[in-house]
């Protein structure tokens, strides 16, 4: 993905140090994606050992938080940074944080995987929960990539697709209660995808936070706990120095 350059201090190793961090946040960011891809796969295929792959190297993700957390604290420290700066650290430390909870999420998704593999599996194999995931699957990536550019557009229009993740959700919900309520031998199984399908909503709730921590990034405006449009309007606005 295409970065935009941070730095232009009089100090290259601050520059150097700034950039480092970013590049850790993306490779985290790379980690959670393929934990989200895996945890997909395995339960759309009936996988148990892709599974239990994906909750074993939670482990990973939560180790990048620590190191990354640390990394910035150190150089919140030593620099005493300003500005864009500052806002930068700061909204990395909110984005590794909402990485670690989508790398548990994951984690959650690959665990009713494991339920569901040894349930009988419905005709449609869990297409519309794998459409689902895929779904914020995409936003993930693409938040990612908002901030790896430090894109105000491209991230409000990621936030604003949150809007069709919950359709699905409600959609499948629905759909599940159905399912119980017709046939109370599904009820089991109903409720492994609810919970599966629970955990991929909120991917994308966080995937929108990482959207908001853009905009802070670039404009130097908190955007969250407002509506799309408003954060919209907000991305719009001169950008902060």
Known sequence: MEKTRLGGHYLEKYDEE???VRNRVLSMGGLVEEQISNAILALGSGDAKLAEEVMANDM???GFEVAIDEQCSQILARHQ???TDLRFLLAVIKTITDLERIGDQA???ARMAIHLAEKDRPKNQYADVVALGERVLKMVHEALDA??????GAAVAV???????DNDYEAIMRQSITFMMEDPRTISRAMDVI???RALER???HSRNMCEYVVYLVKGKDVRHISIDQMEEAALGKRAE
Do not use: H
């Open 195 to 197: 919970w599966a399908i």
């Open 60 to 62: 990973k993700v939560n």
């Open 159 to 165: 936030a604003r697709s949150d809007a069709a993740v």
């Open 147 to 152: 901030f790896a550019r430090m894109d105000v």
């Open 107 to 109: 984690e959650r998704v």
């Open 203 to 205: 991917i994308g709730d």
């Open 18 to 20: 700034l950039e480092s």
């Open 81 to 83: 940074p300003a500005a």
